[in-house]
């Protein structure tokens, strides 16, 4: 769009430098581990149309980065906001889809309807929004930067201009009414006069059969007609009828097509990183799973989480009835390397994704699965899951596993997170307990932090680095596992199933199960 | 129009799937021979009948509504034999005559044809309908039927009747169809409305006002087919309200006599049920039902209808008396007849809920807020688990559906291990089920589990015991008696046993 008056420029709402990266990145090699590419589906699914996925995978380095997304997020956080930036983009959607439809539409006529109708679109889309960011009370500096230029934009006098022209041409358009005949092979145009509504005659008979509680036969068609040389025959009958308002539509094409802004458009693809995150853990904020925004550091390595839980089974609890567990961790001092031991099924998987699901998406500028916590925004995240195929032989297995092993120490540095899962399980006991060892030292050589998921009870206690965490199980209940991970020397229980306790038909279990 | 004669405020619902506890139920009160000898080989009669009986009510209010309208039945069993005959004619019309609405969602011409045609052939059964309900409005006693007659008599008198077969030969539309329209979005027509053309008397008043409107005319080419389509679908949008309207009034004539037909098929079923007991000559009576928090059930005469049924003869009965104590344990001799008091009890309590008399002389009980059986298995179906296991299976089937108020018959369940391991998953199971306010008759050999209920929970605990003479005969009478250590079943055993050796 032209302008009237100098408009200061608006980079990113998701870069606070306004550098946005210039290549597509690609899905970071631990999304499989730690089930980040379900949890990221999930987020960009309903929004496929914004291809969202490039801004997921590319985590921040830089704390102030972190921090002007973190605004943004805690801004949108207000549900009014909210509610009106969605209304803003759904009208930009319609805009895109009525433009794209010009360029389908062979009518002369139609391809002019549209593009008035995008225009109004557009126009509303923009003031209303101004509008609705007046009376909020912003922090974020993203919003703040981006809100003073809007302001300017609709101030234009061009752009003013372009809105009422618009409004008037349409307002010419449906005001027309006519008549159309239909017969056996020919149909007729004519202007209306007042002919009565025959429908509302035929309704008040037949009311007392009308069936309130069942689907109608009202065959719903949809708003487009569909645009066929009959429609256009129908159009063109009806400019000869009445001519004036046709003239004008002509007369605003020519001067204002095309009329879309660059700022707008980014703004409006931008802040739908922040609404699909959001969207999605306002669902899971219902059924009383807490977020928070992290504190973020590139030194510190005392980190810690209260009530946290891992994101991907949260999201496929969310159609059940099931709840995640919460757990809490911390490190301390010199304290490194977090190495949980316990029963099968136990929950340790999940709290090593959790693990790594906390500081990657700390590292977007998003809130977190937790209620409270301080994350290390760390350079790298590196991690080894026992894989399911089994097409190698023993030694061949160990070998591959000691090979990416050595791939990751070689990427790695003293700002980098490990997650290892569960590797060298199917080697002798004596050389997973000597090469586990080996690969601690240098971990903690590195002075990396990271978790790491073990049967080995002698690898949690190896030095002042590790911490012992267990899977717990019920006390009362030998069998019931709790899917707490608590801060506990290993001790490598057995378990047993009581049958009646497996059919839940124990009088406790009764009680509770009537009580619902 | 609504139907309204099982409910008396709404029509049954037929579409739920029934849950699957119902195949167990069924099973275990034999409750086949007694769908049978209601729906007498009709399939129709068998699913409906199915279904109300499986949808137990729970309000007194609900069952003597509906124990009015069956008395009717008893009463006057040729005229609805006669109504629901009408239903049947319906349903025989429509296939021979090819006649249907067309489904949602088709073009809204066809829908308007298809309803009109049937429309205009119902006209004549509705009428007949009506003469009925003129006849005997004044005869019926129960509230059902009495609203049902004066609903019809409200809704179709002859003035109605005549309208709308004078606006269904209209909507032929023979002069062509005028639609007004406006543009709407993106120059494309919208706003299709059905309009009657101005009528040409008054023209001439409204031609001092307007000038007359140029009509431009265009016809298609005749190989045109692509064109053809889309004037079909502007005139399928012009008469989308109308047909809406003419289609739904049909639907509404077929979905009401469908709906009479199945209600009435219950009632139809009582009927047939009510004969073949008069031929057996047994007794029936029409149950009271309470609405209290304790648990009650006072009878005498109780006897297994389905064992009746089968077996073509008279019965043993039982008198009951039940009052306050949720759990009754019955123990006694094999062949002693407990299991057939077990099923009486069962049966009396579902037909009661279905609004049905019920075998026995006099019956008076709480309603429950559900009937669940959980009886010992014959046959061995779950080879790959133990027994034991497959009980407790579906022991927490039936408690994840128990509700307080529920009523549960076992038969010897938890006899599928060793007593002592048996007997303490019983107390276990038992005692939180009867804590929740459930209704338990449990049929048991376990003496160890017997003794510990009797210590645990005397004072809510009836304890009867199938009676066996001192000669060894059985009576099949239940008598109020504690457990008695010695089982019964060890003659029976031994001789079961040899039979297994010798094969």
């Known amino acids: 769009m032209r302008n009237g008056v100098e408009v200061m420029a608006f980079r990113s709402i998701l870069y606070a430098r306004g550098e946005v990266p210039s290549s597509v990145p690609n899905q970071p090699e631990f999304f499989s581990d730690l089930y980040l590419d379900q949890v990221i589906e999930a987020i960009t699914g309903p929004k496929r149309e914004y291809n969202l996925t490039p801004f997921f995978w590319a985590p921040l380095k830089d704390r102030d980065d972190v921090y002007y997304r973190q605004e943004v997020m805690q801004d949108l956080e207000n549900e009014v906001l909210m509610a009106r930036i969605k209304s803003f983009a759904e009208r930009m959607s319609d805009v895109r889809r009525y433009l794209a439809t010009v360029e389908k539409i062979d009518f002369d006529c139609y391809k002019k309807g549209w593009i008035l109708e995008a225009a109004l679109v557009y126009g509303e889309a923009v003031i209303s929004l101004a509008r609705d960011l007046i009376d909020i009370p912003l922090k974020a500096r993203g919003l703040l930067e981006f809100q003073k230029w809007l302001t300017n934009y609709i101030q234009t006098q061009d752009f003013k201009n372009f809105v009422v022209e618009a409004k008037q041409v349409k307002k010419a358009l449906s005001a027309l009414k006519y008549c159309i005949i239909i017969e056996s092979g020919k149909f007729k145009v004519k202007r209306y006069e007042g002919e009565l509504d025959l429908n509302i005659e035929v309704e008040k008979i037949f009311e007392k059969f009308r069936q309130r509680d069942k689907e109608g036969y009202l065959v719903k068609f949809s708003e487009r007609a569909g645009i066929s040389h009959i429609e256009a025959k129908i159009l063109e009958f009806v400019a000869k009828l009445y001519p004036e308002p046709f003239t004008a539509l002509d007369h605003f094409c020519a001067h204002r097509y095309p009329f879309l802004n660059e700022t707008i458009e980014s703004f409006h693809r931008e802040i739908q990183f922040y609404i699909a995150y959001l969207d999605f853990v306002s669902e899971l904020k219902r059924r009383g799973l807490p977020f928070c925004y992290p504190q973020v550091s590139t030194k510190d390595k005392e980190i810690y989480v209260h009530d946290g839980f891992d994101l991907a089974l949260a999201n496929v609890f969310r159609h059940r009835e099931k709840t995640v567990v919460f757990n809490d961790f911390y490190l301390k001092g010199p304290e490194r390397i977090i190495v949980v031991t316990g029963p099968n099924q136990g929950g340790k998987t999940t709290f090593a994704r959790m693990f790594g699901q906390l500081h990657y998406l700390a590292s977007l500028g998003c809130p977190v699965p937790g209620r409270e916590a301080r994350l290390f925004l760390c350079d790298k995240i590196l991690t080894h899951f026992e894989r399911e195929e089994d097409t190698l032989n023993r030694r061949g297995k160990l070998e591959d596993d000691l090979i990416r092993i050595r791939d990751l120490l070689l990427n790695a540095t003293s700002d980098s997170i490990f997650i290892l899962n569960e590797i060298f399980t199917s080697t002798s006991l004596e050389d997973a307990t000597f090469l586990s060892k080996e690969i601690m030292n240098l971990l903690n050589d590195l002075d990396v932090i990271g978790v790491w998921v073990t049967f080995l009870d002698e690898l949690a206690s190896l030095n002042e680095k590790t911490v012992s965490m267990v899977a717990m199980v019920d006390p009362q209940e030998p069998t019931r596992r709790t899917f707490k991970i608590k801060r506990r020397p290993a001790d490598g229980l057995a378990y047993v199933l009581s049958l009646a306790q497996k059919y839940r038909l124990t009088y406790k279990q009764i009680q509770e199960r009537m009580a619902k | ?503």
């Not at chain 2, 349903?91 to 249907?100: D, G, N, P, Q, S």
């Not at chain 2, 088709?106 to 829908?111: E, L, V």
């Open chain 2, 1 to 503: 129009m609504k139907v309204f004669l099982l409910y008396p405020d709404r029509n049954f619902d037929f579409s739920p799937e029934l849950p699957p506890y119902t195949v167990d139920l069924s099973r275990d009160l034999a409750l086949n021979a007694l769908f049978e000898a209601m729906a007498q080989g009709d399939d129709f009669l068998m699913e409906v009948i199915r279904r109300v009986m499986f949808t137990s009510l729970n309000e007194t209010e609900v069952i003597s509504y509906r124990q009015e309208i069956l008395k009717d039945c008893l009463k006057y069993p040729a005229v609805v034999q006669q109504l629901y005959g009408l239903t049947l004619e319906f349903v025989e019309m429509k296939r021979k005559r090819w006649l249907w609405i067309s489904r949602r969602h088709s073009r809204p011409s066809s829908i308007l044809s298809g309803a009109q045609q049937l429309l205009e052939a119902s006209l004549d059964l509705l009428r007949r309908l009506r003469q009925i309900a003129d006849r005997f409005a004044g005869s019926f006693a129960s509230r059902g039927f009495r609203r049902f007659f004066d609903m019809i008599r409200q809704e179709l008198d002859d003035g109605y009747l005549v309208i709308v077969e004078r606006h269904v030969r209209e909507l032929r539309f023979t002069k062509g169809v005028l639609l007004s329209a406006q543009l709407g979005n993106g120059n494309e027509g919208s706003d299709y409305i059905l309009c009657k053309p101005n009528d040409p008397d008054r023209k001439w008043i409204k031609s001092v006002f307007f000038s007359k409107s140029p009509i431009y005319s265009f016809s298609l080419h005749p190989r045109d087919d692509y064109g053809a389509r889309v004037l079909g679908e502007l005139l399928d949008r012009g008469l989308a309200r109308a047909a809406n309207a003419v289609a739904q009034a049909a639907e509404h004539i077929e979905s009401f006599f469908h709906g009479l037909r199945q209600e009435l098929a219950f009632y139809i079923g009582c009927l047939n049920l009510y004969a073949q007991l008069g031929q057996l000559g047994t007794a029936i009576a029409f149950p009271q039902p309470l609405n209290i928090e304790r648990y009650r059930l006072s009878c005498t005469g109780l006897y297994d209808i389905a064992l009746v049924l089968t077996m073509r003869r008279e019965v043993v009965d039982n008198d009951v008396n039940v009052d306050g104590k949720s759990l009754v344990i019955i123990t006694g001799p094999n062949q002693g007849g407990k299991t057939t008091f077990l099923r009486s009890v069962g049966l009396a309590q579902l037909m009661m809920q279905a609004g049905m008399f019920v075998a026995a002389k006099s019956f008076t009980g709480s309603l429950c807020s559900g009937i669940f059986t959980h009886f010992k298995r014959e046959e061995d179906e779950t080879m790959e688990r133990g027994k034991f296991e497959e009980e407790l299976e579906r022991m927490s089937v039936v408690v994840e559906l128990l509700r307080p108020g529920g009523l549960i018959l076992l038969n010897e369940t938890f006899a599928n291990t060793n007593e002592r391991e048996g007997s303490e998953v019983a107390i276990e199971v038992i005692s939180a089920l009867v804590e929740k306010g459930v209704r338990v008759f449990y049929v048991t050999h376990m003496y160890e589990f017997a003794r510990r209920i009797q210590e645990k929970m005397r004072n809510n605990a009836l304890f009867l015991r199938a009676e066996r003479l001192p000669d060894g005969k059985r009576t099949f009478k239940m008598r109020e008696g504690g457990p008695q250590e010695r089982s019964y079943g060890e003659d029976l055993y031994r001789e079961i046993f040899k039979q297994q050796c010798r094969v």
